[in-house]
């Protein structure tokens, strides 16, 4: 009897060994996965750093023709900031991720650790997204260090030091110029428009969300038609506003489409995946 007693003891004490690598191995898959996913991060928004660092480091300034009137429209001050498009773009999505993800798992039957499941389910679809909206921004900040096309305002906002009646600047590229005025870098770098690619790939991902997420066709045709509306009004004010051309915000469209179709496709599979 001492003898399995001995052997019974033994048993458990290798049983509880397991338990704890199992533990252990769980927790550093878990680990492994957040760093390669922060790494992916950090990888897609790279271009995207390094714009910023190359336009403090060294500006940016492009010449101008005199007779060009695509750069002679008044500066209007925009309805839809950086920051506010910034905050749309990075806490929408994530938002609705959380609600309808909740929803979902709640609304399905006999499934164990339900909130363990929707942890796990809200955890990839964000980082997916932002991967994904990372690559689409990269994608759209890129251009903008070869390709400096002037914004529609800017001989308004910039006021520049030349006199463009002179017969001799009618149809010469200016490019000895200062401005009068107190100009942001921004005013040099109109191609392609941020706000369109961003609330573009925005709009594209969720409705394609939104078809795998809700199976109520009324609601789920409204929100994506409202989504559809949000990039369109996004879009259009900045050439309403002045701030871009129709080419940029043209190119903007196409990056934020082509991006999201993407990141949909290959890292979603579709919201197939969890």
Not at 125 to 151: A, D, E, Q, W
Not at 163 to 182: G, L, M, P, R, S
Not at 200 to 225: E, P, S, T
């Amino acid at each position: 009897m001492e003898v399995v007693s001995v052997e019974t003891g033994e048993e458990d004490e290798e049983e509880i060994v397991k338990k704890k690598e199992t533990k252990v191995e769980k927790i550093l898959k878990k680990l492994n996965v957040c760093l390669t996913d922060l790494t992916l991060l950090v990888i897609f928004s790279l271009p995207i750093i390094v714009f910023y660092a190359w336009r403090q480091k060294n500006g940016f300034k492009t010449g101008f023709f005199c007779n060009d009137n695509s750069i002679r429209y008044p500066y209007r001050e925009t309805k839809i900031s950086q920051s506010s498009i910034a905050i749309q773009t990075l806490l929408g999505p994530p938002i609705i991720f959380v609600v309808i993800e909740l929803f979902t798992i709640l609304r399905k039957r006999g499934l164990e650790n339900k909130f363990k499941y929707f942890g796990k389910s809200v955890y990839y679809r964000i980082t997916r997204y932002f991967h994904g909206f990372f690559i689409c921004m990269s994608f759209t900040y890129v251009p903008k260090l070869f390709r400096g096309n002037l914004r529609p305002h800017f001989i308004d906002a910039c006021n520049p030091n030349v006199d463009c009646n002179a017969t001799q600047n009618q149809f010469k590229f200016i490019q000895d110029y200062e401005c009068w005025n107190e100009v942001s870098i921004d005013v040099y770098m109109s191609f392609p428009s941020v706000h369109t690619s961003a609330s573009v790939f925005v709009a594209v991902y969720l409705i394609f969300y939104l078809w795998k997420r809700i199976k109520w066709n009324k609601l789920r045709i409204c929100l994506q038609f409202l989504l559809f509306l949000y990039a369109y009004f996004i879009s259009l004010s900045r050439i309403h506003e002045h701030y871009h051309h129709p080419s940029d915000v043209i190119a903007g469209t196409i990056i934020g489409v082509l991006s999201s179709y993407a990141a949909v496709k290959y890292f979603e599979g579709f919201f197939t995946k969890i």
